[in-house]
Nanobody, 125 residues
Framework: QVQLVESGGGLVQPGGSLRLSCAASGFTLDNYAIGWFRQAPGKEREQVSCINNDGGFTTYADSVKGRFTISRDNAKNTVYLQMNRLKPEDTAVYYC??????????????????WGRGTQVTVSS
């Protein structure tokens, strides 16, 4: 069974940093693009970042460019999201998900499946 588990969330002050992890099992991670998403109360789910199967292509939402970095360690079957200079508006539940198509680049409107349960990130002073 395909499973994804997010971890690394918590409470940080504005300007602080967190590193989120997405641990995968049940599939070969290096065959798929992985996306990070977030959803804040009262808002629609937003795609934050995406990384293709070999890590050579990444995308970021405009709101996080220059502050967040996505990476992957296929040997550990894990994708990371390094979040720096966090802002209160970054507060949300963060999810990772696997692309439903093998070997696809991160493209607009692609479909993701096998979502994790999410990890809470709260940025507050």
């Amino acid at each position: 069974q395909v499973q994804l588990v997010e971890s690394g969330g918590g409470l940080v002050q504005p300007g602080g940093s967190l590193r989120l992890s997405c641990a995968a099992s049940g599939f070969t991670l290096d065959n798929y693009a992985i996306g990070w998403f977030r959803q804040a109360p009262g808002k629609e789910r937003e795609q934050v970042s995406c990384i293709n199967n070999d890590g050579g292509f990444t995308t970021y939402a405009d709101s996080v460019k220059g502050r967040f970095t996505i990476s992957r360690d296929n040997a550990k079957n894990t994708v990371y999201l390094q979040m720096n200079r966090l802002k209160p508006e970054d507060t949300a539940v963060y999810y990772c998900a696997v692309d439903v198509v093998l070997f696809r680049l991160c493209v607009p409107n692609q479909s993701f499946g096998s979502w994790g349960r999410g990890t809470q990130v709260t940025v507050s002073s």
